[in-house]
């Protein structure tokens, strides 16, 4: 314990060298460390790119420092970078290194486009997204069913190690059996030994996005964008411990009470529990499922840079559009 006094770490020597000197472990030296303050003005503009990335999903760095400047905060755009990747945001276009994986783990490739999905379990999906609190933020996972739009499982963590990712996947393939295919990005969290193996011993399919197609698991992108403005924006939730129950009673209204348009207006849990009403499809448009699927009309047909997203809801009596919905993005 005395050892421990030895090191200054206001010394011009590294405290690498002196804990070497000393014989002791960084990790001790470390722990007896004053956690920083908190930047209240970085929680301000984190908070700001939040709520302007879930408006525009599309919307980069270089944008988001016109946005902030509007908004009276001049920040650089390495400082916003680097709290976007603090953040887990990256913008939904093709762009250089929008998801990196780790050099060493394997990335699958991604089998859904064209593919109609048409019962429940067939394909559930996942994704990490920043949820912010009043003084700093944690990491939201969840695992959604494609077919009913039902969150099978989450979890928070207040950091964006895997282990937070593979409880939510073993929660979800306790409770609820498991899918055919798994679809994930290529985050390091999921390419990682720890998760892909779970869903090897399972004999899941592996499913991965492809790289700068940020509307290959749109289906997450749309829970996130109504979590956080039906729920996280409205409420202002403190502490982690409030986000929690706050969540728990969303996602229970989410899968059990709230309409969804994309199924007839009817709910996840009665559209996962019946197998009646749901279905989803990633078209592609490059490839022989166009000609296949009710979407490829002449209009959409006309622009090859085009890629939709369709579900397989019916129209539902009294409708002025039907109750699929259609999302274009340039591929």
């Not at 276009?93 to 490739?109: F, I, L």
């Not at 202002?236 to 986000?243: A, P, R």
Request: aromatic fraction near 10%.
């Amino acid at each position: 314990m005395m050892r421990q006094t030895w090191v200054n770490q206001e010394d011009e020597v590294s405290i690498v060298r002196q804990c070497t000197l000393a014989g002791i472990s960084r990790a001790t030296v470390y722990a007896r460390r004053q956690p920083r303050p908190i930047d209240e003005g970085e929680l301000l503009v984190c908070r700001l790119i939040d709520e302007e990335y879930t408006r525009h999903p599309f919307y980069g760095s270089r944008k988001m420092v016109v946005f902030l400047k509007k908004e009276g905060h001049i920040v650089n755009r390495k400082r916003v970078q680097r709290l976007m990747r603090k953040m887990g945001l990256a913008a939904m276009a093709p762009g250089p290194d929008t998801s990196r994986p780790h050099p060493e783990h394997k990335v699958y490739p991604y089998l859904l486009r064209g593919v109609a999905v048409v019962r429940p379990n067939q394909v559930w999906s996942t994704d990490i997204t920043y949820i912010r609190l009043a003084h700093g933020f944690v990491y939201l996972v969840a695992i959604i069913d494609w077919y009913s739009r039902r969150v099978l499982s989450w979890r928070i963590s207040n950091t964006m190690e895997a282990v937070f990712c593979v409880d939510c996947l073993e929660d979800a393939i306790r409770t609820h059996g498991k899918p055919d295919v798994f679809n994930s990005d290529q985050g390091s969290q999921f390419t990682s030994d720890a998760f892909t193996g779970v869903l090897q011993r399972e004999n899941i399919t592996i499913s991965m996005d492809g790289r700068g197609r940020a509307f290959d698991n749109i289906f997450v992108e749309r829970l996130w964008r109504s979590v956080k403005h039906e729920d996280v924006y409205l409420k202002g939730y403190s502490t982690l411990v409030e986000l929690t129950l706050g969540l728990t009673d969303y996602f229970a209204f989410y899968n059990g009470e709230r309409p969804h348009q994309a199924l007839g207006y009817k709910t996840p849990n009665r559209v996962y529990l019946s197998a009646v009403g749901g279905g989803a499809m990633i078209v592609d448009k490059f490839g022989a499922a166009l000609e296949e699927s009710p979407a490829g009309d002449s209009s959409s047909a006309n622009t090859n840079s085009e890629a939709t997203v369709e579900t397989e809801a019916k129209r539902t009596p009294g409708q002025r559009r039907p109750a699929a919905d259609k999302v274009k993005c340039l591929a």
